[in-house]
Structures are given as structure tokens and as C-alpha cells.
């Protein structure tokens, strides 16, 4: 198929604002006039050219979009949404002909910030406004990071790219029958791309003259951001499933080309880790630390610092935010029907992700001799409701701040009368009061509930979504260096930042490699649960198939058809409440749609599909 970008006409199809912020310009998130544009005229004025700019960030993902268009925790050991809707991920239909094709979208934005590279500079106005060149050099910049991360993310979901000219003419020609690059050809790329990126981003967008942060700007990619996204594409390519995969040595293109290294490259490591720290230095320089807010005691100032960040602490522990949101369809969907107006109550928490969870004094519920599931709390407290099960007892802050159980205090505002959320089966959020919104398991997700959260009366509190933010760089470069240097103290410096944040006690030196690996997952696995991160570290580790890893099958729960009361002894028996298709090695990869494959007579399938 011949493209001809000099003379085809672009519809501005953009994301529409899901929310406003009064610091906030949402201008590059916002709904653009649908009319048709040629090139010549977007170019030709400013208000034009910026809203195309504009445009190329509308297929960022928003992480609380969830659960129907950012889906990644629900087709993995996090939560499931079957009451409402059955993934083919997890039911084991997933195929080439109903796989998800947001690709396309990056595709589109990818060519549609080679026209902006190529074309920005014919647009005298904007040049010659005030400050003009520095903004088309920082426009160019954003453009050039943008083309990147969505190869990115394409890479993330498929696997090695199909990688385009750099052209947004009829130089490309009638050729589009292009073959996947490998993968160490892609990573070689973006990272290429985003580093002419980083030359012409500013550290922070500031006020014109001073150094004082924009927050009209908020949301646009700066030095930081392009530095955070550098970090998690160096990790990946350090991580098993692409350095050293053996078993995709057979994977290839039609003239031989090997997409997957079987060599492993231990160098891969040392390189993720300088590239993570630097990350976190740049933040840190200009004023990013994790979030804390003081309670009463060191346990309530862990639980609110992890439930607050994510509305009062977005802008100090947030590294990419995306001020365009849309946390409404996230709260209305996990907050329980005990919420004032009635939720959906459905983002069921599976118990596998429950039990993760450790205890106050940072053991697991295995290694604890007080943990069980057949006693009863004889108190109330803040937390939870006298007669809660002593499974819910004791545990660490972050349990309290990110997970909904039988007993729990409503995490919003509470229809009348109501106080406790109660999931036995003729309670108030329980599976007899509604045909489907209910939680199979018994649980479901509280983290970005605000507590003030109603349906009706409406009452919202606006926020911006944080994509990266500073406790991940943290786990990133804890990560990597526990790989390239087991023994360096680092490791155990930056991991415990998070512990001890979060109210665990801080982890002690002397502990193995093999130890502090697995502190670092379950680490990853608590504090960035709902983030859309488990999806991929389960794949990027290559564990998908492994116990406390497992990617398919049963997933436990609490006997939603059981109980009257919050201690009911029969809703607290384990049953498989989630059933899905066994785990397949050939869904370390999504397959690409049989369209693109029939169009493209070089895209070679992912093996399996």
C-alpha cells in the first residue's frame, strides 16, 4: 500500500479529557474538531500545528481506565472482571483473529510524529512567537520520544518490532513489506531515539524565565520522564525472557535472522542499573522523594502515605503523570455497593494476591505463628469490624490501604447506617443483593478509592494518574544491581526505602542473591499491584508457568455463596472462585492480528499462534 504523506488528508482523532484540573492544561489530552485537515494547513498556523502535537499523546494508556481498556490486571494474577466481561487472555481463546489491535493506534501516532519531525518547521508563526524555536526544538523532542515509547510499548506487547523508515514521504516508497528487526535491534533503536530526545528536553517545563515548575504543563514528557521510560526498557532487556531465552532460539525471521539473543549478556544488568540510578538522581535533583504523611503513629503514617500518594502525593513521588483520567470508571467498578449510591463492586482481588501480603513485622503469612483463618477479632479498630477474620489481622499497612475484604471499613462514603463492607453472601455488598456485582473472590481492590469517593451524591476528587513514579525507579535499580553486583549495599539501601514506606521493617544485609530477588518480585508484586505492571514482570522474569508466578489455571477465593455474618466460619473457606485456561508458553508474547500477518508477507507469528 502506497502512503503518500504530502498529500493524504489526517482526521485528529484524540483522546478525550476525562477530567479537569484547575493546575492543569489538559490541551494535549484534549478532543480536537473533527474536521479534515491536509498537511499544508495544519502547518500553517500555530493553533493547528499544536493541536497535532497535541494529538500525538492521546494513546498514552491510562493506568485507572480500568477495567475494560487498560485490562492488564485483569488477565493476570491480580483481579479478574468475569461477572462483566471473559478475556480471551484468560479463557484460553486468545487468538491472531480477536487479539487486541491497539497497535494500530501506536502505528498511526508513530507516522503521525515522523510528519510532525518533518513538517513543524514550516509553521512560521509558531517560530516566530516568543520563545518559538525553543518551543518547535522542545516540540521535535517530545515528537521524537513519543515515536519511541509507542515502539515501545508495541515491543512490550508483541515482542521484537516492525520497525519504519524514518520518512514521511514518498521516499519510503511502494515497500512496506517490512520484516520484524530483532530484539536487541529494537531496544538498540528506541533507546537511540529517545537519547536524541533527551538533547532537546528541558529537566522540567518552568514558567517562561524562572525556575519555577509549569502546572499548566503537567503531563508533558520532560528530561525526567524520557530518563524513567530508559530505566524500564533497560530492565526488560536484562530480564530472562530476553537475554539468554534458549527456548525461543527457533524463532526467526523468513532469511534466517534469530529475533530472540540465547546468549545471555550479564552486562545487560550493571547497564540497567546505571541507567535506573540515573534516573532516580535526576528525579531526585529536582525534587521528587517518596510520599509520607504523618499519623498518629508509624503504622497509620505507612497506610497513609500508600493510600494518599495517589491523590495528595502525585506531583511529589509522580516521575510521567497523565492529568487526563479517568478514576471515576476505576472507582465506581472496584468500590463496594456499601458505597453511597450503590457501585459496581466487582474488581475481584484474587486470594493469591491476598495472601502476598505480609504481616506487620514483614513476615510472610507462612512464617507467621500468629496468622490463621479460624479465629475472630474480638475489637474494632480504624481497619476493620469486630468479628473480622484473623486472616485480616496484623497485617502490613498496605493491605489495609490497597485491598477491600469481608470486614473492612467502606473505602468511600458509606450509604447510611453503613460502616463495615460486608462480601458474605446476604451482606451489603454481598453476591444476594445483585446478579453480578459482586467479587467472585471475596475481595476487591481499594488502592485510588478516595475516602471521600460517592456516586450519588456525586462527589469526586480530581487527580492526576501517576505512569512511572519514584518507589518503581527504586525497584528498578534494586533490581538490577542485585544481578550485576548481589553485594552491593545499594540493593538493600533502595529497596528498603520502599519497605520502610510502605511499614515493613527494613531487610537486613547478609541475605542471598536468591533472597533478595524474591523480596525485590514480591516487592513489585504489593506495592505496584492494579499499575498495569504485573502483566509484563511475570513474562519479562519468565515464570509465567511457576507457582506464585502462575499465569493461568484456578485462582483462589472466600465461598461467596455462604454467610450471614462478618464471621460466618463458612464464607472463610478457600474454594477455586476464578477459572482459567492452563498457562501456554505462547503467551509470553501477544500474536499479531492475522490481518497484519496477510498484509505483510515478512511479519513472521509469534511461535504457538
Partial sequence: MKINYKKITIMLLLAATTMSMNSCNDKF???????????????????????YWGGLYSPIQDVWDQPYNYFWSAITDEMDVSNWQEFPANSGALSADNVNTMYVNYYNKIRQAQIFIDNVDRCTELLTAENGATLVKEYKAEAKFLRAFYYWSVMKMHGPAVILPLVSDDAAGEN???????????????????????????????????TTVDGTQLGRINRMVAEAVKSEILLFHASPLYNGNTAMSNWRNLDGKQLIN???????????ATQAKAAIDLAERNGKALFVKTGANDFETAYLSTRDVFWDGYQKEGIWLRPATNRYQWEIHASPRAISGTAYNGLAVVQELVDDFRMQNGQTIQQSSTYNENTYSSVETRYYAEGTNKMYMDREPRF?????????????????????????????????GAPRDWPKTGYTARKNIHPSFSVNPSNATNRAAMLIRLSELYLNYAEALNEAQPNHPDVLVYLNKVRTRAGLPALASGLSQARVRQEIRTERRVELCFEGKRFFDVRRWKVADQEGYRQGGNYEGMDMTKGTAINSPDFYKRVPAVLRAPWEDKNYFMPWHQMEIDRNK???QIPGY
Wanted: glycine share 6%.
Fill in 262 to 272: 540465547p546468549t545471555y549478556d550479564a552486562s545487560r544488568w550493571q547497564k540497567a
Fill in 176 to 210: 512496506y513489506q517490512i520484516p520484524r528487526s530483532s530484539w536487541d535491534e529494537s531496544v538498540a533503536f528506541v533507546i537511540a531515539q529517545i537519547d536524541e530526545a533527551i538533547k532537546d528536553l528541558p529537566v522540567e517545563h518552568f514558567q517562561m524565565g524562572t
Fill in 400 to 432: 489495609y490501604s490497597y485491598i477491600t475484604f469481608n470486614g473492612s471499613l467502606i473505602p468511600g462514603a458509606p450509604k447510611t447506617g453503613m460502616k463495615w463492607v460486608e462480601f458474605f453472601a446476604t451482606g451489603n455488598s454481598g453476591k444476594n
Fill in 29 to 51: 489530552f484534549d478532543a480536537q474538531p473533527d474536521n479534515l485537515l491536509n498537511i499544508e494547513t495544519i502547518f500553517s498556523n500555530r493553533a493547528q500545528t499544536e493541536n
Fill in 602 to 604: 515478512q511479519l513472521v
